[in-house]
């Protein structure tokens, strides 16, 4: 003040103009916002739905919205600080505001490209994750049958040595009733396996377009898949009876065959030879039939996933998926 009156000393801001001060106000404001839309966190994972992606741009809203509140009113509160109120001028909440909306303004690009970024992985995410559960749910009745044949085979199987024991018929009859347990388990479980891939396809995929493209898909490789399953079956029950054949007929030639140092046996009949030979011809082009079949399986499989993954990738990409 002055000595010798009661009124305020005038200061430097009352003479100096505003703009330099508000462009420097803008360029803090501006730069704060670009810096926290590209190190601000948060951004919530979308997953495809409507409700799921209203939940992102919600959140996305919110990381532009209070960064520029806090930023705008950080800033504003300084050029009052530094110059308004020096200068006695009015304006504060005005131009803190205008430095909100520049803030604003400027972490919105990067705000809404992490949102739509975080809107598409999200739903990837889900949908990957549904159609790796789908492919082990379409094949766990057959992982189970053969798992459970392996156990079967290595601990409950037989052979010559068991076979010449006073209960080697029953250890026999044992594994092979096994044998067809789990022949009978894996067609019962194996189309509730496929519906359990089907619906879980079917509830993941948001868009109706890309959630009838890939049924589609599944469906009709489902028909054939299900033929050859069929017969990869069937040739396990040919395999059942060829074991009862084998069993039956060495246990009622007991006199006429013994075990060798080799882990065989020794036959001394020629009939008996020629038909225990019949039956190891048959199973062995069982099991190449077997062999093949799941070849053809294993193929189709490849064209169905692949065919699938085609419409998963244009689904996440926002993508027109191709008719099959």
């Known amino acids: 003040m002055d000595k010798f009156t009661s009124r305020r000393r005038a200061t430097?801001?009352?003479?100096?103009?505003?703009?330099?001060?508000?462009?420097?106000?803008?360029?803090?404001?501006?730069?704060?916002?670009?810096?926290?839309s590209l190190y601000a966190s948060g951004v919530l994972l979308g997953d495809g739905t409507s409700s799921g992606r209203a939940v992102v741009w919600i959140k996305t809203l919110?990381?532009?919205?209070?960064?520029?509140?806090?930023?705008?009113?950080?800033?504003?509160?300084?050029?009052?600080?530094?110059?308004?109120?020096?200068?006695r001028r009015d304006g504060a909440l005005k131009w803190s505001g205008v430095l909100m909306l520049a803030a604003a303004f400027a972490a919105a690009p990067m705000s809404v490209v992490k949102g739509m970024e975080a809107d598409r992985l999200?739903?990837?995410?889900?949908?990957?994750?549904?159609?790796?559960?789908?492919?082990?749910?379409?094949?766990?009745?057959?992982?189970?049958?053969?798992?459970?044949?392996?156990?079967?085979?290595?601990?409950?199987?037989?052979?010559?040595?068991?076979?010449?024991?006073?209960?080697?018929?029953?250890?026999?009859?044992?594994?092979?009733?096994?044998?067809?347990?789990?022949?009978?388990?894996a067609r019962r479980d194996y189309d509730k396996g496929q519906a359990d891939a089907r619906a879980a396809l079917a509830a993941v995929i948001a868009d109706e377009a890309d959630r009838e493209a890939v049924l589609v898909r599944f469906d009709t490789a489902q028909i054939e898949r299900k033929a050859l399953?069929?017969?990869?079956?069937?040739?396990?029950?040919?395999?059942?009876?060829?074991?009862?054949?084998?069993?039956?007929?060495?246990?009622a030639?007991?006199?006429?065959?013994?075990p060798n140092g080799y882990g065989g046996g020794t036959v001394d009949s020629l009939p008996l030879l020629n038909q225990l030979r019949r039956i190891g011809r048959d199973r062995s082009a069982a099991s190449h039939e077997h062999d093949q079949?799941?070849?053809?399986?294993?193929?189709?499989?490849?064209e169905t996933n692949a065919g699938i993954d085609r419409v998963i990738e244009a689904a996440i990409h926002g993508e027109r998926p191709l008719r099959p």
């Open 122 to 185: 999200g739903y990837e995410i889900r949908l990957k994750d549904a159609v790796a559960r789908a492919r082990i749910s379409s094949r766990q009745s057959e992982l189970d049958f053969y798992r459970r044949m392996h156990l079967l085979v290595r601990h409950q199987g037989f052979g010559i040595e068991v076979l010449r024991t006073s209960d080697g018929l029953d250890k026999a009859r044992t594994a092979i009733a096994g044998h067809k347990d789990l022949i009978a388990a």
């Open 253 to 258: 030639n007991r006199g006429r065959w013994r």
């Open 62 to 87: 919110s990381n532009i919205v209070i960064p520029a509140v806090l930023i705008g009113g950080a800033v504003g509160g300084l050029l009052n600080g530094v110059f308004l109120s020096p200068a």
């Open 293 to 302: 079949l799941y070849s053809e399986i294993a193929t189709l499989d490849a």
């Open 12 to 36: 430097w801001q009352s003479k100096a103009p505003l703009w330099p001060f508000l462009a420097a106000a803008l360029a803090l404001a501006v730069g704060g916002g670009v810096l926290v």
């Open 229 to 251: 399953m069929e017969k990869i079956w069937g040739i396990h029950d040919s395999l059942v009876a060829l074991s009862e054949e084998e069993v039956n007929l060495l246990y």
